[in-house]
């Protein structure tokens, strides 16, 4: 069975300060992470995904097998980040996508 | 056109009631999704159709019918539903059922079942 556990639902921090949401999955195949977005009034959108390695928006997300985490972190919170933050999971050769039950980002300024 | 739409944006309708939701793409994508989405949770995943074929049922009762006309066209038809299935409704859709592909959402359709 696929689990995404994100176990913070509210999450606080100063504008500059660093950031990092956790996400642990449970899963016994090769998983595919994403982390997705839902900024205030605006439709859920995906920020990240494991597989492109990427940064979007200053945000990283490293894949760590042995702990089964897919934590996400910026260096410097900046006010616009302030949102909605659902990890998600999906098992190798299909698109069933479980989501975390998510995390609530405020930046103070 | 690079989003999914959804209509209608709200939706009341009383338990005797028969409507439908409708949710469309135009960006080539050959899988469509719906998900409900309670307040203060993670959506969830109700259907998923791969190339206009229903490809995963989560178990979802049966008052729940989905259709899939053309690969741009998604719809729920709603019928004899309870007061507990007023969510917020999103459908989605990604160019493939590729566990890597991205998924698209739309804003959603808020019901409420009276």
């Known amino acids: 069975a696929q689990r995404v556990t994100q176990p913070e639902k509210l999450l606080s921090v100063f504008k500059g300060a660093p950031v990092e949401l956790k996400c642990n999955y449970s899963y016994s195949g090769s998983p595919e992470l994403f982390w997705y977005v839902q900024y205030s009034r605006q439709r859920l959108q995906l920020l990240l995904r494991?597989?492109s390695r990427e940064s979007i928006k200053g945000f990283t997300a490293d894949l760590n097998k042995g702990e089964t985490s897919f934590h996400l972190k910026k260096p410097f919170a900046q006010e616009e980040d302030s949102a909605m933050y659902y990890c998600?999971?999906?098992?190798?050769?299909?698109?069933?996508?479980?989501f975390g039950q998510g995390t609530r980002l405020t930046i103070n300024p | 056109d690079t989003e999914v739409t959804q209509t209608p944006k709200h939706l009341v309708m009383g338990m005797t009631n028969k409507k439908s939701l409708k949710c469309e793409q135009h960006?080539?994508?050959?899988?469509m999704y719906w998900y409900k989405q309670k307040a203060k949770k993670p959506p969830e995943l109700m259907f998923v159709y791969s190339y206009e074929k229903l490809s995963i049922n989560e178990s979802v009762p049966s008052r729940f019918s989905p259709e899939c006309p053309n690969s741009s066209l998604l719809n729920l038809h709603l019928h004899a539903l309870q007061p507990e299935d007023s969510a917020l409704y999103l459908c989605?859709?990604?160019?493939?059922?590729?566990?890597?592909?991205?998924?698209?959402f739309g804003p959603g359709t808020r019901l409420t079942v009276l």
């Open positions: 989605a859709s990604s160019s493939s059922v590729t566990s890597t592909d991205t998924q698209y």
């Open positions: 494991h597989i």
């Open positions: 998600a999971l999906s098992g190798t050769g299909a698109q069933k996508l479980v």
């Open positions: 960006m080539g994508h050959r899988a």
